[in-house]
């Protein structure tokens, strides 16, 4: 196969993804409103999504916390700015570290869990099988992990970033023996309530995001077991590259509209 032929398959490919993505988007929209007994598959996903996901958020974060924190006071020392080590990892975790991290690592595992569970159901034709009994198993089986995903993803991201700054502390503290007063009261000088919303922001965006990603792949599965395989793999790495990406845009926006 030439270069230009695998471009275009490839390309070809790219188009249909993206563009199912967004039919399933507008579908996921039209169906937003549950009725009440679908609430406990609400509540269900809030399990599975959140809590079953926090260790992972918050020893990413903590460490995170840690490492810029070490990097900083080392690099500030050299300046005489040490003592606005705190600042500079409150804004790095708030606006960017703490729901980029938390939409990668809780997304990557959320989505591919989605993607192996949709797609089993799928390859097995339990998902034509709702179909053929009537049942809108957009309502079902997507828009209660979409809905999931929006309340969890901020409730994590707000954990990650108080254990980030907690992190970031006790490097601080303990390794370069600077007061935790001047941690935290240069923090507060210096970042304010919309360093904290827009990383917010972000999450919600990042956590409908990487949702639909998994819904998608899990509802495209074909080709059996190995295909169930190949859609979990591709969910990962495309959770990743669209967390990335759409963060780039994200922030341009937003410095756009709040600076």
Known sequence: MTVLAYARRHGRESIAWYGGLGLLTLRVMRNLRLPPSYLVLVAREI???????????????LFTGMVMALQSAVNMARFGAENYVGPVVALSILRELGPVLTAILVGGKVASGITAELGSMKVTEQIDALRA???????????????????????????????????????????????????????????????????????????????????????????????????????????????????????????????
């Open 47 to 61: 399990d599975i999504i959140g809590v079953r996901s926090l260790v992972v958020a918050l020893t990413a974060s």
């Open 133 to 259: 009994i009537g049942v809108n198993y957009i309502k079902k089986l997507i828009v209660p992990r979409i809905l999931a995903a929006l309340v969890v993803f901020p409730l994590v991201t707000i954990m990650a970033d108080a254990i980030g700054l907690l992190g970031g502390m006790l490097v601080v503290v303990f390794d370069r023996d600077i007061d935790p007063y001047l941690y935290w009261n240069t923090i507060s000088y210096w970042v304010v309530m919309k360093d904290f919303l827009t990383g917010l922001a972000k999450s919600v965006v990042f956590g409908g995001l990487v949702t639909l990603i998994g819904c998608y792949n899990g509802l495209e599965t074909s080709g059996g077991t190995e295909g169930l395989g190949r859609s979990t793999t591709d969910t990962v790495v495309q959770v990743a590259m669209a967390v990335i990406v759409s963060d780039f845009f994200l922030t341009k926006l937003m410095l756009l509209l709040f600076w």
